[in-house]
């Protein structure tokens, strides 16, 4: 069984004991090579012993684990992002399709990351998921936050106010972006939903989730008119609701997108 070389960096001393002591039990191939508290211990560990994998706390001692990422053009490692609940972080997180654990860690979930690293260790673009998720840092709960849309071949790293709408389609999700392009997405619709939730996003029907910012018209017996031309039923019991919603200037104006 090949190992993989791990770093743990966090800036209290017993979690780093505690994830140490899990990944030993719990993920044998994996080799703790050091641990660090800080960001220059964290840029210098990795400098010196090239890890395969990097569990890294958001919230360090005066920095961020995103501020390290930052000192990296290329990065030759994966990451496992180790976190406390905060909304907007995890928005960020999830939408950039990076992979992360909540303290306090569970033994289920930490494998799961693991497994899941080491199978994206043979890709080459993760450089572009973790540029993607410093972007979004900055852009937190903004619709100027891009969406790493996986596709059957590629990731496509779209800003979310280029989403006129989703479509459920059998087992996948077609997008539909507002230069009239489509990308057909191997996300199941219930995911896109998760993710966007927060970003002015609604599901009128079980099968179809829109944009806000792109209601054209609503017709009275259920359709809403998106910018495209595409007509979207509304279910019968979501109508109040949804007429609510919108006739109360629920929708974002477009100057704060």
Same mark, same amino acid.
């Given at each position: 069984?090949?190992?993989?070389?791990?770093?743990?960096?966090?800036?209290?001393?017993?979690?780093?004991?505690?994830?140490?002591?899990?990944?030993?039990?719990?993920?044998?191939?994996?080799?703790?090579?050091?641990?660090?508290?800080?960001?220059?211990?964290?840029?210098?560990?990795?400098?010196?012993?090239?890890?395969?994998?990097?569990?890294?706390?958001?919230?360090?001692?005066?920095?961020?684990?995103?501020?390290?990422?930052?000192?990296?053009?290329?990065?030759?490692?994966?990451?496992?992002?180790?976190?406390?609940?905060?909304?907007?972080?995890?928005?960020?997180?999830?939408?950039?399709?990076?992979?992360?654990?909540?303290?306090?860690?569970?033994?289920?979930?930490?494998?799961?990351?693991?497994?899941?690293?080491?199978?994206?260790?043979?890709?080459?673009?993760?450089?572009?998921?973790?540029?993607?998720?410093?972007?979004?840092?900055?852009?937190?709960?903004?619709?100027?936050?891009?969406?790493?849309?996986?596709?059957?071949?590629?990731?496509?790293?779209?800003?979310?106010?280029?989403?006129?709408?989703?479509?459920?389609?059998?087992?996948?999700?077609?997008? =539909? #972006?507002? /230069?009239?392009?489509? $990308?057909?997405?191997?996300?199941?619709? @219930? &995911?896109?939903?998760?993710?966007? %939730?927060?970003?002015?996003?609604?599901?009128?029907?079980?099968? =179809? #989730?829109? /944009?806000?910012?792109? $209601?054209?018209?609503?017709?009275?017996? @259920? &359709?809403?008119?998106?910018?495209? %031309?595409?007509?979207?039923?509304?279910?019968?019991?979501?109508?109040?609701?949804?007429?609510?919603?919108?006739?109360?200037?629920?929708?974002?104006?477009?100057?704060?997108?």
């Amino acid at each position: 069984m090949k190992g993989f070389k791990a770093i743990i960096v966090d800036d209290e001393i017993k979690l780093q004991q505690v994830l140490q002591n899990k990944l030993k039990v719990q993920c044998p191939s994996i080799e703790v090579v050091a641990s660090v508290s800080d960001v220059d211990a964290a840029y210098n560990a990795i400098h010196t012993h090239t890890p395969d994998i990097v569990f890294l706390d958001i919230h360090l001692i005066e920095e961020t684990g995103f501020d390290l990422l930052k000192r990296f053009t290329q990065l030759h490692f994966e990451v496992i992002f180790v976190t406390g609940f905060n909304d907007y972080v995890l928005d960020a997180l999830q939408v950039s399709a990076v992979d992360y654990v909540l303290k306090p860690i569970l033994n289920k979930k930490l494998i799961a990351a693991v497994d899941r690293a080491k199978k994206r260790l043979r890709h080459k673009e993760r450089t572009d998921f973790y540029r993607n998720l410093v972007h979004n840092t900055h852009h937190l709960g903004r619709q100027s936050t891009k969406i790493a849309i996986p596709s059957a071949d590629a990731y496509d790293f779209i800003q979310i106010s280029d989403i006129i709408r989703c479509e459920g389609w059998d087992k996948y999700t077609r997008i =539909h #972006l507002k /230069n009239g392009k489509e $990308i057909l997405s191997t996300y199941y619709l @219930g &995911i896109f939903k998760d993710m966007l %939730a927060s970003y002015n996003f609604y599901s009128p029907h079980k099968s =179809h #989730l829109i /944009n806000l910012n792109y $209601i054209s018209r609503y017709l009275k017996e @259920g &359709i809403v008119v998106m910018e495209d %031309a595409a007509q979207v039923p509304v279910a019968r019991r979501k109508r109040e609701q949804f007429a609510k919603k919108v006739l109360d200037g629920f929708v974002l104006r477009r100057n704060e997108i």
